[in-house]
Each structure stands twice: as structure tokens, then as C-alpha cells.
């Protein structure tokens, strides 16, 4: 389980976080929505140690996100950067199997070459894709990587952000599905970061609305259209009018 | 009155900022040092950061020695002719390029094609979240990054020197035996009876340190780069200026260290 208590985080004089208190139970998908420049990727950061927030605990199973060992604290995560963030100097493979190339995952590189064709077959990539560089792919085929990337060591807590951001409305579709399914067939647990309402009703099981620095609304996906809730209402309608100023 | 101390504000806030950074400067090569005496070491890029900054700066370092060893036997000559003491010219072009022009311009031609290459390449990592994604991905990115191309400079820069010094004097050689009338075998005679250990051993030494100097400068700023494309181009450019002027800086302290009497 992943749990906030009273997260602060500012960036000079913005406060971006300002007391968010959240529980991501085990095994679930949370989906966190909000407006640009809320703080949502650095909610999520602050869980990976990429952002020190100033006050508040993050705990993950109990324990301090922290304190501890953090390379083996980290070996538990996979994550799916909005951009993809491959590696440019390393071709497609390489990138994958990242994490099964060294460090405490260590394997040998024949085997780690073959976990990341399996695990590009897993999310609708062939092999030859394997050994062409990150500059070669397409939008689309740079996210999927990334996913392959994100699960090839199997972790338990898989983080996405902004996965659809860039991609027709057919390869969104096609990254939602492979989200949902790996994150069911793994039993990990998720958390993504997302604008797109077509994304949250495809891959969460819970919703979490973050504004003005605060979780304003969190619930089952189920529960969001019936919430009366004025600013997670305005958000999913996408209306200019409402307790959201449209210009921030 | 605002207007009035508006400067003084300006001053103060430039101060303030030079001292941070000179603190978050200090940590960075605090950090660099930590995390070369402790594994896990990564043997792939240190390599491809010898290749990289080692050979691939061979034909710009070679020009550059090349020319200016000719220039300098032309210049020498010139001016000792005026004393009717042409005959130093070897010697001084070989003193003048191995304990000065060799590794200045070495270092300085390695600024500008290894120092701005790092940067920009470690900026663009940093706004495209490649930085994050090491991190992510249970790797220092300090460790992976850093330490292998400041080792590799180290080792590498003073080969370069080297090869630039030996490039350099045969530039001078080429002009004085081909232009100005010079026996070839009175010249390589001369140059080689002049030269000292302790000639050799300062360009050696000052290629280590500027090599150093132009690794840790791009890899600096290009973890501190600003967002977007103006953030990557600004850690460009004050790497290269940053690492220009520590040599030339390092330069004078060594030469005094070397040479001072």
C-alpha cells in the first residue's frame, strides 16, 4: 500500500503541495486527474525520492519511502515517463533490460536480450524493433517501449505518467488497454497520472482529484460521474464555467 | 530611493547566486570523488567516454598543434633574427608548445568539442527525463554519467598533450627545415637535448588537470541545466566558458607551481 499524510511541497514561492493525504491499496489502479501545474507528477516523484517533499510522510507497505536501502526500495518500482525518457545512446533492447543489465538485477546479456523481446512481444512489438535506436520509433512505439521498459524487472508498484499525452485517440486506446491488462495479469499496484478522461475510465479502479494542493475528491471510478463534487464535476464535463478558474 | 538601491539589490542577488552555485559546485565534485572509490563501476562508459573524448579529438587537436608549432617557428625566427639569434628556434618552439601552447590549446580545443558535447548531451537528458528514468531505474546517475567521463578525461587529456606536443614541435620543424633553411637532423638534435623531464612532466600533468576541469565543467552544468531548449543551449554555453577559463586559470597556477623560482 502507498500512503500520503500531509504531503507539503513548494517550489519558491508556489506552493504546489500543500497537505495531500491519499491510501493506494495494494493491488490496485489509482488514477491521480487534475489540472496542468497542479502537482501531480510531483506527488509521484516524491514516492520515487526524484522530489523531497518539505513535510508530510510517504509510506509504501508501512515503511518510510525514505529511509532504507534506496536501490532496493527503487528496484520494486517500474515507471512510464510521460516522454518515454529512453535512452537515445542505446538501442531498443538495451533500453528495456536497462535494470537486467546491471546493478543487483543483474543477468546475463543474452537472457536480459531475451526478457526484453518477450516483453516487447507483451506490449505489441516485434522483434526487430529490438535492436533499432529510440531516434527510429514513432510516438506511439516509443511509449510502448517505455512500458516494456517500466515492467521488464516485474515490479510490484508500477507509476504512469501522462501515458496517452501525444498519441492519436487509437494508440491512447492501445496504451490504455496494455495498462489495464499488465497491471491485472501482474496484480501489481498502479498509480497514473492523467488528463484524459478516456484514460481514467479504461485503466483506474480508484480516482483521486488533486487541486489547489489538496486531494479534493477520491473514490471509486464508479462513484466519479454521480460524485457532486463541483470540481471533479467541471473537470470531467471539461466546462470553462465553474469553482475551476479556467485561467490559472 | 528604490531606484536608487536597485543596483545594490542587483549586486547582492548576482553574489548570493555566484555563492551557491560555487556550494552546489563544491558538493557536485565532493560527490564525483565519493563515488569513484566505491562500485559499482561502469566499464562500458568509461570506455565509449575514452573513445569519445580521447580519440575522436585527435584530428582537431592535431590541426590545431600542427598550425600553431608552424606559426610559432615563424615567429620565433622573426624575432630572433632581430637579436641575430635564429638558431634558438627549435628550442623554443619545443619549450613553448610542450610546457605552455600544447596543453593550453589541448585543453581548450577539448572544452569546446568534449566539454559542450557532455553538457548538451546530459542537459538534453535532463529535460527529456532520461536523468530520472537512471534514477528510476535503481542507477546513479552521478555515478553512470560523471565519474566515467571525468575518469576517462583525466587519463585520456594527457595522451592527447602528448600526442599535440609531438604534433606541435613537427609543425615547427616543417616550417624551419622546409621554409627557413634549417638542418633537419641540428634541429631534432637541438629540441631533444633542450627539453627536460620536468618540461614533459608539467604538460602531462596540466593535460590531467584540464582534462579534469572540462569533464566536470559539462557534466556540472549540463545536471544543472535549466528546462527546454534555452536550458540546454544556456548550460552549453557556461560550460565551455566556465571550463575556458579554469584552464586558463589552472594553467597559471601550475606554471607557477612547475616553474616559479
Known amino acids: 500500500m502507498i500512503s500520503f499524510q500531509n504531503v507539503h511541497k513548494s517550489f519558491g514561492p508556489k506552493k504546489v503541495l500543500q497537505g495531500v493525504t491519499l491510501e493506494i491499496a495494494k493491488g490496485t489502479s489509482m488514477v491521480i486527474i487534475g489540472g496542468s501545474g497542479t502537482g501531480k507528477s510531483v506527488l509521484l516523484k516524491s514516492v520515487l525520492g526524484l522530489v523531497t517533499p518539505e513535510t508530510g510522510t510517504i509510506l509504501v507497505d508501512g515503511k518510510d519511502a525514505t529511509m532504507g536501502d534506496h536501490d532496493a526500495f527503487l528496484a520494486r518500482f517500474g515507471m512510464l515517463f510521460q516522454g518515454g525518457a529512453l535512452f537515445d545512446s542505446m538501442p531498443v533492447w538495451q533500453n528495456v533490460s536497462f535494470r537486467l543489465l546491471r546493478g543487483s538485477l543483474k543477468r546475463p546479456k543474452l537472457e536480459a536480450r531475451e526478457i526484453a523481446i518477450e516483453k516487447l512481444r507483451r506490449v505489441g512489438l516485434t522483434p526487430d524493433v529490438a535492436d533499432l535506436f529510440p531516434s527510429e520509433l514513432s510516438g506511439g512505439m516509443q511509449k510502448r517501449v517505455g512500458l516494456a521498459r517500466a515492467i521488464a524487472a516485474e515490479p510490484e508498484i508500477i507509476f504512469f505518467d501522462e501515458p496517452t499525452t501525444g498519441l492519436d485517440p487509437i494508440m491512447a486506446g492501445v496504451i490504455n488497454d496494455l495498462i489495464r491488462e499488465i497491471v491485472t495479469e501482474m496484480g501489481a499496484t498502479a498509480m497514473t497520472i492523467t488528463h484524459d478522461m478516456t484514460s481514467v475510465r479504461a485503466i483506474a479502479d480508484n480516482v483521486a482529484m488533486l487541486h489547489d494542493g489538496v486531494i479534493q475528491w477520491t473514490g471509486p471510478v464508479a462513484q466519479m460521474d454521480a460524485s457532486g463534487d463541483p470540481y471533479l464535476d467541471q473537470f470531467i464535463s471539461g466546462r470553462a464555467e465553474g469553482p475551476i478558474e479556467a485561467v490559472r | ?261
Open chain 2, 1 to 261: 530611493m528604490n531606484m536608487l538601491l536597485s543596483p545594490f539589490a542587483l549586486i547582492g542577488r548576482q553574489t548570493l547566486a555566484l555563492l551557491a552555485m560555487i556550494g552546489r559546485f563544491t558538493i557536485f565534485v565532493a560527490q564525483t570523488l565519493s563515488h569513484m572509490a566505491r562500485p559499482p563501476f561502469y566499464g562500458r562508459e568509461f570506455l565509449t567516454a575514452m573513445v569519445n573524448i580521447g580519440w575522436l579529438s585527435l584530428p582537431v587537436v592535431g590541426m590545431t598543434a600542427i598550425f600553431t608549432g608552424g606559426a610559432l617557428a615563424l615567429q620565433i625566427y622573426d624575432g630572433s633574427s632581430r637579436f641575430s639569434v635564429e638558431s634558438v628556434v627549435p628550442q623554443i618552439v619545443a619549450i613553448g608548445m610542450v610546457r605552455e601552447l600544447g596543453p593550453v590549446l589541448v585543453g581548450l580545443m577539448v572544452a569546446a568539442r568534449v566539454t559542450s558535447s557532455i553538457a548538451a548531451e546530459i542537459a538534453t537528458m535532463k529535460v527529456t527525463e532520461q536523468i530520472d528514468a537512471l534514477t528510476t531505474l535503481s542507477t546513479d546517475p552521478l555515478k553512470y554519467l560523471v565519474v566515467p567521463r571525468f575518469i576517462a578525461a583525466i587519463l585520456v587529456v594527457p595522451a592527447l598533450v602528448g600526442v599535440g606536443d609531438i604534433i606541435g614541435i613537427y609543425g615547427g620543424f616543417a616550417v624551419a627545415t622546409g621554409q627557413l633553411g634549417f638542418n633537419p637532423a641540428t634541429y631534432i638534435r637541438n629540441t631533444v637535448d633542450f627539453l627536460q623531464f620536468n618540461d614533459v612532466l608539467s604538460s602531462l600533468v596540466k593535460g590531467a588537470a584540464f582534462g579534469g576541469i572540462a569533464a566536470l565543467m559539462g557534466c556540472y552544468f549540463g545536471m544543472h541545466s535549466g528546462r527546454g531548449a534555452q536550458g540546454v543551449g544556456q548550460a552549453t554555453k557556461s560550460s565551455v566558458q566556465a571550463a575556458a577559463v579554469l584552464i586558463l586559470a589552472a594553467n597559471f597556477l601550475l606554471t607557477s607551481l612547475f616553474f616559479s623560482t
